[in-house]
């Protein structure tokens, strides 16, 4: 970890007119990580001003990054970790140990944090995706850095989200804070360090508070598209269908997102790997992927919260092949898939899952497992008819045999697809985005060959 800031060629510290003049300062110091093609976040509301200048100087996309910290109960002030969106979390098992937090006191607080962080995002960006930072560079920008508290947690979801390098950038921050926050970005970039340092907008000579319409009207700006309050705009037609969803299965409910873009070739129903969720950023990155192939997706839990945490049903593959067989038949009869043909897109133990539920289902039209682990559906492997790819990093030496083993034993349609450079996650840059590339056209190849009509009106329900 390393800190940086602007040299100064005067005497003392300056103020700044405002955060566009001050966005414009901290723009011209970021110039040498242009080439990283890096992704902009900036922390609502005051970051936003600021980072909308550094993002067009650097010719970056620009998003926000909503955190929440996440308080000990009988003491908020006293951080125990922070969430950010799809679900991503940290969580300082120390201080928990610590705190004597139990299980369902950290739950009932995350849970609480989580409805505000989804109100706020909602609010700022609406309906649109957070750009993706698996194997990105990402610079975090807010107005400047007083105690550092939210400035950490930014860091630390960032990273979660699977950016390769965090750099934490501000106009204004005081020496005792960029000393602390250079132990977790990998570079803190400060304009001005002040000492004495008593409250951010003392640097400023105007520091009047952002409002929520500017945000919006910022991030839509910087993105060249219409306001968030708008309908998304996924595939070649746009989203015929998109909510989350509820799928009954063995007298548990579980949690989903569907998405069906108008003219849908196919349907991709997403089995998770163990430890993760349907808010994985890696699987929704590879969802916009087929979204953008006219494909539609099914990203849903396969175990509920309670189940999650007893590891013998993450390795119980026979316990998730009966859930994914249940959401594939709950989304045969939902309207906005009527017709489609299904495909199954697995990762770690969802592979194997994938595998076995497709042993069942001769109507599954194809199967793609990223860095799987399909020997876990050894017994069924032979009954698989399902065209399969099968995705491995060249840097995941045991997957990799794992994955080699296996398909010696499939009897359909088969292959191995190695992404070069790739380890077991997928986090190296470009990485994920040619295992998405693979998956897309190994669906587009085998579910669109029977794909339904084309819709001629939008799907409501």
Not at 138 to 165: E, F, L
Not at 224 to 252: C, H, L, N
Not at 360 to 381: E, F, K, M, N, Q
Request: charged fraction near 25%.
């Amino acid at each position: 970890m390393s800190a940086w800031r602007a040299p100064l060629a005067r005497m003392g510290p300056r103020r700044f007119r405002d955060r566009r003049e001050a966005g414009v300062a901290l723009a011209s110091v970021l110039e040498p990580y242009r080439r990283e093609q890096p992704v902009v976040l900036a922390l609502p509301r005051g970051g936003v001003p600021v980072a909308f200048e550094v993002a067009r100087a650097l010719r970056a996309p620009l998003d926000v990054i909503v955190v929440r910290k996440l308080g000990v109960p009988f003491q908020p002030e006293l951080g125990m970790g922070a969430i950010g969106e799809d679900g991503v979390r940290v969580v300082d098992a120390e201080m928990v140990r610590l705190a004597r937090v139990t299980t369902h006191e950290l739950a009932v607080v995350e849970s609480r944090e989580r409805a505000e962080l989804e109100r706020r995002v909602r609010q700022y960006r609406g309906d649109r995706p957070m750009v993706p930072l698996v194997g990105r560079t990402a610079i975090v920008v807010d107005d400047g850095i007083a105690t550092g508290g939210t400035a950490r947690a930014a860091v630390q979801i960032a990273r979660a989200h699977g950016a390769s390098k965090v750099v934490l950038a501000v106009p204004v921050a005081p020496p005792s804070s960029v000393r602390e926050l250079a132990a977790v970005a990998d570079a803190v970039v400060a304009v001005e360090t002040p000492s004495p340092f008593s409250a951010i907008g003392e640097w400023y000579e105007q520091f009047t508070q952002t409002t929520d319409d500017e945000v919006r009207a910022l991030l839509a700006a910087a993105a060249g598209a219409a306001p968030a309050r708008e309908e998304p705009r996924d595939g070649p037609g746009g989203v015929a269908f998109g909510a989350d969803v509820t799928v009954a299965s063995g007298g548990v409910r579980l949690e989903g997102h569907l998405t069906v873009p108008e003219r849908a070739r196919g349907l991709v129903l997403f089995a998770h790997g163990s430890g993760s969720s349907r808010h994985s950023p890696r699987n929704r990155f590879v969802a916009a992927t087929l979204h953008r192939a006219g494909l539609g997706t099914l990203l849903f839990d396969l175990l509920t919260t309670d189940e999650a945490l007893d590891r013998g049903n993450v390795f119980d593959v026979e316990l998730l092949a009966g859930r994914l067989r249940e959401a594939t038949q709950w989304a045969r009869s939902h309207d906005a898939c009527a017709g489609l043909r299904i495909g199954y897109f697995g990762a770690s133990t969802g592979a194997a899952a994938a595998l076995w539920a497709a042993a069942d289902d001769p109507a599954i039209a194809a199967v793609v497992s990223r860095g799987g682990r399909p020997d876990l559906a050894t017994p069924r492997l032979a009954e698989v008819r399902a065209p399969t790819l099968l995705i491995v990093g060249s840097e995941d030496p045991v997957v990799l045999r794992l994955n080699e083993e296996a398909a010696a034993q499939l009897r359909c349609e088969h292959r191995i697809a190695v992404v070069r450079g790739a380890t077991h996650l997928f986090e190296e840059p470009g990485t994920l985005e040619a295992a998405a590339r693979q998956a897309q056209e190994w669906f587009v190849r085998h579910l669109a060959a029977g794909e339904a009509v084309a819709r001629a009106t939008p799907v409501n329900g």
